[in-house]
């Protein structure tokens, strides 16, 4: 299994400012994916992010808008630049754990607020 | 391409009575994953099931049960005897080769409200 560790839990920002959201994970994981949820909708995976190497944005997301570092096999970032009110949603990253029963775990979730 | 359709957006049902979910998927790949996640109101995603393409054997875990039909390309879910701590968003979702196996691709969620 994996724990992870999401920071901020929520926050409030201003417009045209920018957050970055915290992903710690327990255990080494290959791969680590940002996803978007807008209220009331389902989820939307932003990127993909492999240790030493760029992230993989999926299309209507791009690495201006939503930077990611992916420095070590346990922590990603997911920066959210130049907010408008349209960013508010819930964010989340997650993990893979292939194994006995392989899984998907999610963190809590970073939810954002943008006035 | 791969999708995720969930028809129902709401659901409401009494205490006590069954519900099934239903989730229908398209994808060219002859080998993928589908998922089924738990949303409560209080946010946090609950991973439930996880079912590979070769794996069409129906799988019950107390009262949850799923009913994989690859001829229909649906991956039911039934809860029987629904309780209210039931009420929450549920997601189907899909892994396979085209994507990524462990890029998972999310349906747009049913909400199920359970009435006491």
């Known amino acids: 299994s994996a724990v992870i560790s999401q920071k901020p839990s929520r926050d409030i920002c201003q417009r045209g400012t920018s957050l970055t959201i915290q992903c710690q994970v327990d255990?080494?994981?290959?791969?680590m994916f940002w996803y978007r949820q807008q209220p009331g909708q389902s989820l939307t995976l932003i990127a993909t992010?492999?240790?030493?190497?760029?992230?993989?944005?999926e299309s209507g997301f791009v690495i201006d808008k939503f930077p990611i570092s992916r420095p070590n096999l346990t922590f990603s970032t997911l920066t959210v630049s130049n907010m408008s009110p349209e960013d508010s949603s819930i964010y989340l990253c997650?993990?893979?754990?292939?194994?006995?029963?392989?899984?998907?775990?999610f963190g809590q979730g970073t939810r954002l607020t943008v006035v | 391409a791969q999708k995720v359709t969930q028809a129902q957006t709401e659901i409401s049902v009494v205490e006590k009575e069954d519900v099934t979910l239903d989730c229908v998927y398209e994808?060219?790949?002859?080998?993928?994953?589908l998922f089924w996640y738990k949303q409560p109101p209080s946010g946090e995603l609950v991973f439930l099931i996880r079912?590979?393409?070769?794996?069409?054997q129906n799988e019950i875990s107390g009262r949850y049960s799923w009913n994989f039909q690859k001829s229909t390309s649906s991956f039911n879910f039934t809860i029987t005897a629904s309780q209210v701590v039931d009420s929450a968003v549920y997601f189907c979702?899909?892994?396979?080769?085209?994507?990524?196996?462990?890029?998972?691709?999310f349906g747009p969620g049913t909400s199920l409200s359970v009435i006491p």
């Open positions: 997650s993990v893979v754990v292939t194994g006995g029963r392989t899984e998907a775990f």
């Open positions: 255990s080494q994981v290959t791969m």
């Open positions: 992010a492999n240790q030493g190497s760029e992230a993989t944005y």
């Open positions: 994808t060219r790949d002859t080998t993928y994953y």
């Open positions: 079912r590979n393409s070769f794996d069409e």
């Open positions: 979702a899909l892994s396979g080769r085209r994507v990524s196996y462990d890029k998972v691709i």
